[in-house]
Nanobody, 124 residues
Framework: VQLQASGGGLVQPGGSLRLSCVASGFTFDYYSIAWFRQAPGKEREGVSCISSSDGYRTYVDSVQGRFTISRANANTVYLQMNSLKPEDTGVYYC???????????????????WGQGTLVTVSS
């Protein structure tokens, strides 16, 4: 069982990136998937989540309207990030939780599996 996060890189402010989270050894059926990030010197924060039960999507206020989480297929989830800002810089992680129906408090749960992280740097 493994999660692989990828798609990070260096981008200028206002640019876009698409992160991917790919599952190996299992599928995302019945799993809620979340993206977290950790900026240098800061605590990890929840960015977005898509719930397993109804596909409900949640975003932290700072990315609302700029980021979109979506399921591409049974083992791939994307985080489309547009209008990137320097404060979006950090290591982005995907995580999954089996059988949960998650909402705005998705970041408070203990997740079953975590990916290794992909670095996003927004800088001119």
């Amino acid at each position: 069982v493994q999660l692989q996060a990828s798609g990070g890189g260096l981008v200028q402010p206002g640019g876009s990136l698409r992160l991917s989270c790919v599952a190996s050894g299992f599928t995302f059926d019945y799993y809620s998937i979340a993206w977290f990030r950790q900026a240098p010197g800061k605590e990890r924060e929840g960015v977005s989540c898509i719930s397993s039960s109804d596909g409900y999507r949640t975003y932290v206020d700072s990315v609302q309207g700029r980021f979109t989480i979506s399921r591409a297929n049974a083992n791939t989830v994307y985080l489309q990030m547009n209008s990137l800002k320097p404060e979006d810089t950090g290591v982005y992680y995907c995580a999954v939780l089996y059988g949960a129906s998650l909402g705005a408090d998705f970041w408070t749960y203990e997740y079953d599996y975590w990916g290794q992280g992909t670095l996003v740097t927004v800088s001119s």
